[in-house]
Nanobody
Framework: QVQLVESGGGLVQAGGSLRLSCAAS?????MGWYRQAPGKQRELVAE???????NYADAVKGRFTISRDNAKNTVSLQMNSLKPEDTAVYYC?????????WGQGTQVTVSS
């Protein structure tokens, strides 16, 4: 099982920016970020394949950017123009051999 260690997150005012990072214990085919707000289901934020193709949730398109460093087995999520509705626990995720692993989660809180 892949180990994922997240960093970043915190409290920011609406319109501000945050950057999340995640380091994996090995090479990964798909890396990405999901989020879960209180009382809601976990949802995809963005994901990126090893070749660089990306997929974003409609709610974050144009505001968030996902990137990865295959040499370092890391993935980052640059979050700009944050909104209160972006408040959630953000989870790093990785898919290897059709098995999905999760990080421990990091809290992102956007105040209005």
């Amino acid at each position: 099982q892949v180990q994922l260690v997240e960093s970043g997150g915190g409290l920011v005012q609406a319109g501000g920016s945050l950057r999340l990072s995640c380091a994996a214990s090995g090479s990964i085919f798909i890396m990405g970020w999901y989020r879960q707000a209180p009382g809601k289901q976990r949802e995809l934020v963005a994901e990126i394949k090893s070749a660089g193709s990306t997929n974003y949730a409609d709610a974050v398109k144009g505001r968030f950017t996902i990137s990865r460093d295959n040499a370092k087995n890391t993935v980052s999520l640059q979050m700009n123009s944050l909104k209160p509705e972006d408040t959630a626990v953000y989870y790093c995720t990785a898919v290897v051999n059709n098995w999905r692993s999760w990080g421990q989660g990091t809290q992102v809180t956007v105040s209005s």
